[in-house]
């Protein structure tokens, strides 16, 4: 059987180094994010997630991944450098913390919480930070900012269990692939 | 590998084998053209997927509009038998549980009453028709409001003197679908979705007001009020928020449960449980709950709209005949009597974007379609004709009585929006006569008339099948997108 690979829309990265890029689909739309380790993975994913809902685009012609997450290169410890991407209030901080069995359940319960948080209160991510992606749980903080201009993305129903792989990626790190139901 | 092969025109067959653990064969219903495209899409690989599920009946079809969703294929119908370990698939219904469209005929004349009047029209109805992301509906309800609709459905707008009793009879079961648990519904979805009541939401949803074309079956429209000439609205929405994390919820539920049942199948999105489990009749429950929502919810902006018409036409509302001609739903699972091999089985019936289509003399019509059949009513993209069909009573034994219920898309977005800009779309659909009012212009090309297939090919291979027969064809003359 013809297996067609998902088109890139655009790359923000090589295999080794922190990204993400939207896949194409005829009805939805797909993620295709990896990291260094499985929370920078994750952090990636969210941040397309962010992408299509019209919360930050990357940066113009920055080549690299967006810089407004303290993701793989600023986990510094301390509280995380949020910069929100929209304009509106200040950003608020979120703890998110997911339980499943599997890292395809995990990543799949994180990014729908990450979408109901956005709906009920009608805010737009500004931020991300992984903290942790291990024993059945994935624990971390997501910012949002409201007040600002309606965020002028899609509408996501849902993320979808389609063709999910949260995997080693063979370039080394953790490769992730995800759809959206648009 | 086996290969699909045609088994008569426009009817192909994808034999036992073609993914591993088939228990059925798949059969779509498309012309060669609509096939090869379906391939190409890996929406027949989903056909053949579907097929694999524990006590499926009879094959996996697939309507003309088929296309690559996300489990199922959009445009997927799948019965099982719940008495033989037979399963129910939230992904078979989808996130968007109860999503349908419904059409509203008038008295209103295009050339006499509205021509003049439909730029006024399409402003008016934007400032009124709440839509895009997120929002206020117009009815938004309390906690115990919400709960009336999850059971109630239709009625409890109606009780508020939203609406008139007809509205009601031309809906699906009644405009109520019984057997919703308001239980079943999380208190997170109540949280996600209960203020929309009322509001269109975003993608493809649209409101439209049409212009009927061409009646090619006299009968059947003059049964549902149809003329050529005349002006209608035609709605597509769902249940919003509250049908999105209900599905969420659940599938969450069975995507744990599915493997430890011992159940394997060839997408993650396909996990199911047997219908006889307590987990299943949670999520029939909280699906009923929130079909029940969405036929509220379109109920609530169809009255918008005659209120809308009655204020910029400066007419009352009951002189402008804006009668519901019929209100489907084209995500939902249901329990229905089929005869199967001489003898009438109750079967969990998944329709993922295709619509049921019951023939003439159908028992569960209104007596005013009994001889006609059910009214399917099938939207276009903007820009491009939609149709009324009614069903034909033969596809009761080929497709669990089901068909078509859009064009069905045939591009991605990223790529139907690097095509064309919004503005530059608009500008087109409007120099051809269209106007449009979208909440987001930038997002507008994404569904371009060109990211969908030829709506008037998928009606007539379903007339050709004997699915469902064309009654009407309608034109665009304003959009209100999501």
Redesign the interface.
């Known amino acids: 059987?013809?297996q067609?690979p998902g088109v890139p829309?655009h790359d923000h990265g090589g295999p080794r180094r922190a990204g993400y890029e939207?896949l194409?689909?005829?009805?939805?739309?797909g993620i295709r994010a990896r990291g260094p380790t499985l929370e920078a993975a994750f952090e990636q994913a969210t941040e397309g997630l962010a992408e299509v809902l019209g919360a930050l685009a990357p940066p113009e012609g920055s080549g690299g991944p967006p810089g407004w997450s303290p993701g793989a290169s600023g986990r510094s410890g301390g509280p995380p450098g949020w910069s929100p991407g929209g304009s509106g209030g200040p950003a608020e901080a979120v703890v998110v913390e997911v339980a499943?069995?599997d890292p395809?359940?995990l990543l799949?319960?994180w990014l729908?919480e990450v979408l109901?948080l956005r709906?009920?209160r009608?805010a737009v991510v500004a931020g991300v930070r992984v903290e942790r992606v291990a024993d059945g749980a994935a624990v971390g903080e997501v910012a949002f900012t409201s007040g600002g201009p309606?965020?002028?993305?899609?509408?996501v129903?849902?993320?979808?269990?389609?063709?999910?792989r949260v995997e080693p990626d063979p370039g080394g790190g953790w490769l992730i692939e995800v759809?959206l139901?648009? | 590998?086996s290969e699909p092969r045609r088994l008569e025109p426009s009817v192909w067959e994808i034999p036992v084998g073609?993914?591993e653990g088939m228990r059925v064969p798949g059969i779509v219903f498309a012309s060669d053209e609509l096939f090869d495209r379906a391939?190409?899409?890996?929406?027949v690989?989903q056909v053949a997927n579907v097929a694999t599920l524990p006590g499926i009946v009879g094959a996996s079809y697939a309507m003309p509009d088929i296309?690559?969703?996300?489990?199922f294929p959009?445009g997927g119908v799948a019965a099982t038998d719940p008495a033989e370990g037979g399963v129910v698939s939230p992904?078979g219904v989808?996130?968007?549980i109860g999503c349908g469209v419904r059409l509203l005929r008038s008295d209103l004349d295009w050339d006499a009453d509205v021509r003049e009047r439909i730029g006024e029209l399409v402003g008016a109805l934007a400032r009124r028709i709440p839509r895009?992301?997120?929002?206020a509906g117009l009815l938004p309800l309390d906690r115990a409001g919400v709960d009336r609709v999850l059971v109630e459905g239709v009625r409890l707008p109606l009780a508020r003197g939203i609406g008139v009793e007809a509205d009601a009879a031309a809906c699906e079961d009644g405009g109520t679908v019984p057997g919703a648990d308001p239980a079943q519904v999380s208190d997170?979805a109540y949280?996600?979705g209960a203020p929309q009541l009322g509001s269109l939401?975003?993608?493809n949803h649209f409101l439209e007001v049409q212009v009927v074309d061409q009646v090619r079956d006299q009968p059947a429209a003059a049964a549902m009020g149809l003329t050529a000439g005349q002006v209608c609205v035609m709605l597509h929405t769902g249940s919003r928020?509250i049908g999105?994390?209900t599905?969420?919820d659940h599938?969450?539920v069975i995507?744990?449960l599915s493997p430890a049942l011992g159940i394997r199948v060839p997408?993650?999105?396909l996990?199911c449980v047997p219908v006889q489990r307590p987990e299943a009749a949670a999520y029939l429950g909280a699906m009923r709950a929130a079909a029940n929502f969405a036929l509220a919810n379109r109920h609530v902006l169809a009255d918008g709209v005659r209120q809308v018409f009655a204020e910029v036409l400066g007419r009352p509302v009951a002189d402008l005949g804006m009668d519901l001609v019929y209100d489907v739903s084209h995500n939902l699972a249901k329990l229905e009597e089929h005869e199967v091999e001489g003898r009438p089985r109750t079967l969990c019936v998944h329709r993922k974007g295709a619509t049921r289509a019951l023939g003439p003399g159908h028992p569960d019509l209104p007596d005013r379609y009994r001889d006609v059949g059910q009214p399917v009513i099938n939207p276009g993209s903007m820009g491009t004709f939609s149709y009324v069909l009614a069903g034909d009573r033969r596809a009761g034994a080929r497709s669990f009585a089901s068909t078509c219920h859009g064009a069905g898309?045939?591009?991605?977005?990223?790529?139907a929006r690097k095509l064309m800009s919004g503005p530059d779309l608009r500008r087109k659909l409007e120099a051809e006569g269209v106007v449009l009012a979208a909440s987001?212009w930038?997002?507008l090309s994404?569904e371009a008339p060109y990211a969908y297939k030829d709506a008037t090919a998928v009606v007539e291979t379903c007339e050709r099948v004997g699915l469902s027969r064309v009654v009407a064809r309608l034109r665009p003359a304003g959009v209100l997108k999501?």
């Open positions: 059987m013809a067609r829309d939207l194409e689909h005829t009805a939805d739309v499943a069995g395809g359940g799949v319960d729908n109901w709906e009920v009608q309606a965020p002028d993305g899609t509408s129903k849902a993320v979808t269990y389609h063709r999910l759809y139901d648009v | 590998m073609y993914v391939v190409e899409d890996r929406a690989e296309h690559w969703g996300y489990g959009i992904g989808g996130f968007d895009g992301p997120g929002g997170r949280q996600r939401g975003g993608g928020g999105h994390q599905c969420t599938l969450k995507d744990r997408d993650r999105q996990s898309r045939s591009m991605s977005r990223t790529r987001n930038k997002l994404e999501g």
